[in-house]
Nanobody, 124 residues
Framework: QVQLVQIGGGLVQAGGSLRLSCEAS????????MAWFRQAPGKERQFVAA????????YYRNSVKGRFTIFRDNAKIAVHLQMNSLKPEDTAVYFC?????????????????WGQGTQVTVSS
């Protein structure tokens, strides 16, 4: 069994910054990619950012490009999401996810493991 444990989140004013972290533990596995998704009340879970473990390539949804940065910890299976210039529309529960297989890194249904979720609230 693989577990993803998330750390971070909270309340911040618009324009502020937060960092989310996610570490994998449990059965050793080789992850193809890790990603962050978010889900606002009454809305579908949406892709935020992903990083491919083998080559470090990163992918972002358009609305967070230039503000969010996903990066990995090479010493362990962990990924971080640095969020700058936060906006009220970034408010959501953020989920870390990991997948074993290649494919569309923005596709929520293709991820095998999920973190517990953490609330990010941006006040105006």
């Amino acid at each position: 069994q693989v577990q993803l444990v998330q750390i971070g989140g909270g309340l911040v004013q618009a324009g502020g910054s937060l960092r989310l972290s996610c570490e994998a533990s449990g059965r050793t596995f080789s992850s193809y990619a890790m990603a962050w998704f978010r889900q606002a009340p009454g809305k579908e879970r949406q892709f935020v950012a992903a990083i491919v473990w083998s080559d470090g390539n990163t992918y972002y949804r358009n609305s967070v490009k230039g503000r969010f940065t996903i990066f990995r910890d090479n010493a362990k299976i962990a990924v971080h999401l640095q969020m700058n210039s936060l906006k009220p529309e970034d408010t959501a529960v953020y989920f870390c996810a990991a997948r074993w297989t290649s494919g569309d890194v923005s596709e929520v249904s293709e991820y095998d493991f999920w973190g517990q979720g953490t609330q990010v609230t941006v006040s105006s």
